[in-house]
């Protein structure tokens, strides 16, 4: 997993590099398994058994059920399934949906279609550490509220949301509750035989997998609404030729994950310990979200008299992010922190630190 | 895509702001808009600015924005700031186009500059 030796590359919560072994596994996939996994002869039903393997890996990794996974071009597309696909076919049950002001913008904007498609939209807010409480969802619920959606780790604060207590409350209500996890999945410890989600999104490139390949988990008895219409692949509610070794890559990275996360989590701890006792005496500085209990491999940190892309900037050959990285192209602040509380200057002067599987102490020294 | 890229001149300005800091004693123009700060200070002598400084919160663009009209007007008759435009900076830093605002801000800024230094002169007449 090298990266060019003059670049210190701290935004592996925009993406990861593939792992040695996942490339392999697509090459070998690439050269001898490319044929369509929904033909019924001898070499499709081959491709088709690879994806089954993969469905496995991943299973194992989340604790599910491998045949609860459908496979999608990333998590953006599976947000956009679950809660579209969700919202619509469960309009008879009401039309009040729930989620909060810090979700990535590919469930934001999914919500805001639904809104104008006449869905009534809660957008709840975080305390000023990201964290939301029990009480403030429980107290937003509504007869008619038939959705939820939360993210479980969030992408520029690290913040994790208690999503078991959450997944109770919506169990309760008869909520269907999607968990965007995509900054979760091959990081923290996921059990989705133990956490009561209906819906949980992920994304192969966040733990070292290919980009343009992810996942949604759906739990028996979840009927969602499809998105495309085609083929009849994955019981028609996304179809479309499957890329096995996209997914091969995935399953191998889940793979590796799985073997990997308490070194992982513990490394992470260790390095976000050094890099904040490295930069916590320079004055002005704060973080944002919470001070405790977040992911270790993201560190959001605002300086008051800099201004996060001419801190970028002097920064090189550091890289790092200023607010999420699918933002990257906007000039407006960061609204997940603005949520938070943080004002716009405020918000503009933060930057993100992600650290990874291939970050060492060195490397952190160095800056 | 990031359209944040920035030209060799921009590079230069940034890593170089020579002209950061404060006049003391100079004519002041602050402006605060498009979620940036200028500031730019200037000491004038015989209607030539002699001294000119700029502090800037803001993106890569404007602090080199800021360097370069620095460069261009120290030790030029002051009557000359009227001709700033930016148009000029725009090409010469390859401003992304989203960032026009910005640049106009500094252009509000150097205005204001230019009445603070006619405003010190007629005091000093007086």
Redesign the interface.
């Known amino acids: 997993m090298a990266v060019a030796t003059d670049l210190i590359y701290l935004d592996f919560a925009a993406t990861t590099p593939l792992a040695p072994e996942v490339a392999e596994r697509m090459r070998e996939v690439q050269a001898n398994a490319w044929f369509n996994p929904s033909s019924n002869h001898i070499v499709g039903r081959k491709s088709a058994a690879l994806v089954r393997f993969a469905a496995e890996q991943l299973a194992s990794l989340l604790n599910a059920d491998s045949a609860s996974f459908l496979w999608t071009s990333g998590a953006t597309e599976s947000n956009n399934l679950a809660i579209m696909g969700a919202a619509r076919q469960r309009e008879h049950r009401g039309k009040h949906l729930l989620t909060m002001r810090t979700e990535h913008k590919a469930v934001v904007d999914a919500f805001r279609a639904l809104e104008k498609q006449g869905f009534d939209v809660t957008w709840l807010e975080p305390d000023t550490n990201g964290l939301l409480p029990i009480e403030r969802f429980a107290a937003a619920l509504r007869d008619d509220t038939q959705l939820a959606s939360i993210m479980h780790v969030n992408n520029e604060t690290g913040a994790i949301q208690d999503i078991a207590a959450i997944g109770d409350v919506c169990k309760r209500h008869d909520v269907v509750l999607h968990v965007d996890g995509a900054q979760a999945t091959g990081k923290i410890r996921v059990d989705l035989t133990a956490l009561p989600v209906d819906l949980y999104s992920l994304t192969a490139h966040k733990f070292y997998g290919p980009k343009g390949v992810g996942a949604l988990f759906v739990r028996e008895g979840t009927p969602i609404l499809p998105l495309m219409f085609g083929g009849g692949q994955q019981r028609r509610l996304r179809p479309g030729t499957l890329p096995v070794d996209l997914i091969a890559g995935l399953g191998q990275a889940a793979q590796i994950a799985a073997a990997n996360i308490d070194a992982d989590l513990a490394n992470l701890e260790r390095l976000k310990g050094r890099l904040l006792a490295g930069i916590q005496e320079v004055a002005g500085l704060h973080i944002n979200g919470p001070e405790q209990g977040a992911y270790p491999g993201i560190l959001n940190v605002g300086l008051d008299?800099?201004?996060g892309?001419?801190l970028l900037?002097?920064l090189e050959p550091l890289c790092v992010a200023t607010g999420s990285a699918c933002n990257?192209?906007s000039?407006e602040?960061s609204y997940v922190l603005r949520a938070l509380g943080r004002s716009?200057?405020e918000a503009?002067s933060a930057i993100r630190f992600s650290l990874g599987r291939p970050t060492s102490t060195k490397k952190l020294i160095r800056r | 895509?990031?359209?944040?890229s920035?030209n060799p001149v921009v590079?230069q300005c940034?890593e170089n702001p020579v002209h950061a800091g404060t006049v003391t004693s100079g004519a002041v123009a602050y402006f605060e808009d498009q979620?940036?700060r200028i500031r730019l200070s200037a000491n004038v002598a015989g209607g030539t600015v002699t001294e000119l400084r700029f502090r800037v919160?803001?993106?890569?663009h404007v602090?080199a924005a800021s360097e370069v009209f620095c460069r261009q007007y120290e030790g030029r008759p002051a009557a000359e700031l009227e001709q700033f435009d930016t148009e000029h900076i725009m090409q010469d830093l390859a401003v992304p186009v989203?960032?026009t605002g910005r640049i106009l801000v500094l252009e509000d800024t150097v205005r204001s500059l230019r009445a603070a230094i006619l405003d010190r002169q007629s005091k000093t007449r007086e």
């Open positions: 008299d800099v201004e892309e001419s900037l002097a990257s192209r000039q602040p716009d200057r503009q | 895509m990031n359209n944040n920035y590079r940034f979620g940036l919160w803001g993106c890569p602090i989203e960032k």
